[in-house]
Structure formats: C-alpha cells, structure tokens
C-alpha cells in the first residue's frame, strides 16, 4: 500500500489494524449463533446417553457475548468412551484422557469433559465459573468436593445457588429481581420500509402483536443516514400521519420516534423544530467512526445534552468480532445520562450487544435506565430482544431500570413528565 497513492501512514496503520482484529477473532462466535446449536449437541449426547449428566459449561453456560469454545460435561458413569461412535458429531473427535476434542460440521470447537460421577456438580461449578469466581467460593468449601447439586454446593460455601450467567466476578453474584425477557413489554428502537427496514410499519406493528407486546416504537433513520434511506422532514410527516391512523386500527400503541444521527460536532441531524414532533428521540452515531476517546466522548455528550435526546443508542458502535468501536469514557457518558435524564440502550442485535454489560451496575448505580431494544430491520428482528436480555441479566439489569419494562401507560406519563422537566412540553 506504502506505493500506492492516497495510502498515508495512517491508512496503512488503519489496515493492518483490521487484518490483525480480523485474525485475533478468528475460531470465534457470537452466541447467538451458537447457543441453540449447542443445545442441540447436548440433546444429541442425551438421547445417546439416556442416563448420563450432561450439561453446558465454562463460557457458553455464562452465555458472554462471545464464545469459543462450547464446553460440556458427561459424568464418567456414562461410558461414552465406548459409545462415542453412535454419536454422530463425535464421529471426528479425537480423545486425550477424559477430555474428547473436535470441530463440528459448522467448525464450532468443542470439548467434552469426563469427570467422576461423585465430583459432578463440583466440576461443574469449577468448569462454569471465571477463575476468580471459583477460587472464591472454593476457599469456602474447605476441600469438600462431592455435592448432589450446585445448590448444596453453594449451600455448603453458605450462599444462595448463583445463576451461572452471574458468575464471572463475585460482584453480582445475587440479584433481586433481575430482568426476565417475559418482563419486556414494548419492542424500541425499530426500522420499517420507510428507511432500511424490510417491512412496513404495519407489518411490524403485526409482528409486535404476535410476539407479546403491548407497544412498539417505529424509529426509520434520519435524513444524513442517506445511505440507510434517511427521512426528509416532509416524509416524517408523512410517516406521522400514517402511524396515526394506524393507532386507531392495529391494535397496538405506536411511538413516534426517530434514530437521530449525531453529526460530526455532536449536534442533532434535525433542529428542534422537527424534534419536537417525535413523542421521543434516539441518537446514534453512524458515520466517521474514526475517533479517539476524547474526540467520541464529546461528540456523545452533546448529543445527550440536547434536551429531546431521550435514549443513547449503541454508544461504541461496535460489531463483535467485525468492528471493535469507537473508545468512550463510559463513565463519563454514564454521568451525562444520569444527569441529563437520558435512557441507554443496549441494543440487543447480536453483533452489537452495545452498552457492553460490564458497564449496566455502574450506570444502574448511577440511576441510569437501560432499555433493551431489537434495533429491529424485520419482523424476525424483533426476537433479537433475547439477546439482549441475556446480556443485559449478566450485567445485573433489573426489571424494574428496565426502561420498556415498563406498561404502555408507564411510558407515556413518563415521557410527558420527562418533557415538562426539560421544558418542552
């Protein structure tokens, strides 16, 4: 590249900074492209073994974001050594001592472990846990090693069980009321036809229906994303019209709202004037992610300081294991929200999964909101709110800072009193 013109120092860094993020993730996976497939493989090992214990472990049974590895674990008493060749994705495997290795057809390592039937539960918990997590609760077992249960293992250390997905430090391990996808009650953060989106707004509004929810927020992007089919502001007029006979037909509450980009300065893609039409705003930054953390965080700042920004969304712009995101000073981000009533989203499509969750108990803290949005482009993409559920629970989020957890009834009196609060109701 060094002789080719238009390629500075800078950009030849840039490259190879991707090729190297590239080759740093490759024998990685996303879990949501993984989690059902590992179920099925245990299900297969079940039916094959009908009188085995047989469970997930290590990172794929704290569901992180990322895996690379799906680890499970046979008691000994099941003799798949001398099975192994009725099951037909071990077909492949090789086997060092009690651990059987391979790659399944979709070239997804696994590893299955085979541990004393008396010590299951107790390699279990060893096997789930980070090594902090474990080296804890371990200095309480006082070498005890043989358990029927996690339960009476946790019991045993004089503790409440802790959720596997808890288990990565000893900072979460309980949770009141931690967040159940059963609790979401509105699907945020929506694209339609009128932009990007591969259904119409009724289509979607169906589909809300169908999965459960009581509300849905059409929220197409705004006129920079001209790529994404931006709206002008004479069609936000006209979607306005559109979602308002459609909430005296569909059957469900419609929002109106916008993905609002956040210019290069940290400004709205609309003035106020145009704002103010929305029942709500969601800012996001789309376009020239290349920033250092100073130049980010303020671009996001006064983008949160802007009176009709209601959520933050994606705030690193990451694609895990494609794009690692733009640095921000999170907690300073976390401030501005908390001091300007403004709700983060962590965006539940599996290659964002954006506020990471390390980042939710110092927002909840901060009495910070989070809402778990599909960013959905299709009716399919509204399922995506699993994803974010689950990633949401590791990072403790409960039902009640759960931002559309709340009733329809919730949202619009708190909307209002949010308006009255900022002036602009």
């Known amino acids: 590249l060094s002789k080719l013109k238009g390629f500075g120092e800078k950009t030849q860094q840039s490259v190879i900074d991707s090729i190297n993020y590239y080759q740093s993730n490759q024998g990685k996976f996303r879990y949501a492209a993984v989690a059902d497939y590992a179920n099925l493989l245990v299900a297969e090992l079940q039916s094959s073994l009908p009188n085995a214990l047989i469970n997930l472990s290590g990172s794929i049974r704290r569901q992180l974001n990322i895996i690379d590895t799906v680890n499970i674990l046979v008691n000994r008493n099941a003799d798949i050594k001398e099975q192994i060749t009725s099951i037909s994705f071990l077909n492949n495997a090789t086997m060092e001592g009690d651990l ?67 288990r990565d430090s000893t900072d979460l391990m309980q949770v009141d009321g931690l967040i159940e996808l059963s609790d979401i009650k509105g699907v945020v953060h929506n694209h339609s036809t009128w932009s990007d989106g591969k259904n119409t707004i009724a289509e979607m509004a169906a589909g809300c229906i169908e999965n459960g929810y009581s509300y849905f927020v059409i929220s197409d992007h705004s006129k920079t994303a001209v790529y994404a089919g931006g709206l002008t502001e004479q069609q936000i007029i006209a979607q306005h019209k559109e979602i308002d006979a459609l909430n005296t037909t569909s059957g469900i509450k419609i929002f109106k709202s916008i993905e609002c980009d956040i210019l290069n300065d940290g400004s709205m893609d609309y003035d106020d004037s145009v704002l103010s039409t929305f029942d709500f705003v969601i800012a996001s930054i789309h376009q020239n992610l290349k920033m250092d953390e100073e130049r980010a965080t303020q671009r996001l700042l006064r983008a949160i300081e802007n009176p009709y920004t209601t959520i933050l969304g994606h705030m690193t712009g990451r694609l895990l294991l494609s794009r690692p995101g733009y640095p921000v000073d999170h907690k300073k981000i976390i401030d501005a929200c908390a001091a300007n009533d403004v709700v983060i989203e962590i965006n539940a499509n599996p290659y964002r999964l954006d506020i990471d969750y390390t980042y939710i108990p110092y927002a909840i803290h901060k009495g910070v909101m989070i809402s778990i949005n599909p960013d959905a482009h299709s009716v399919e993409g509204i399922k995506d709110i699993r994803w974010g559920t689950i990633s949401a629970r590791k990072g403790g989020l409960t039902k009640k800072m759960c931002w559309n957890a709340m009733e329809v009834g919730e949202v619009e009196n708190w909307l209002t009193a949010r308006k009255k609060k900022k002036g602009i109701l």
């Open 100 to 166: 059987i290795k391979g790659k399944t057809e979709t070239d997804v390592r696994y590893e299955i472990k085979i541990v004393d039937d008396n010590e299951y539960y107790y390699h279990l918990f060893v096997e789930t846990g980070s090594p902090d997590f474990v080296a804890t609760i371990q200095q309480k077992l006082n070498g005890k090693t043989n358990f029927s249960s996690e339960v009476e293992l946790f019991a045993a250390a004089g503790m409440p069980y802790v959720l596997p997905e808890l």
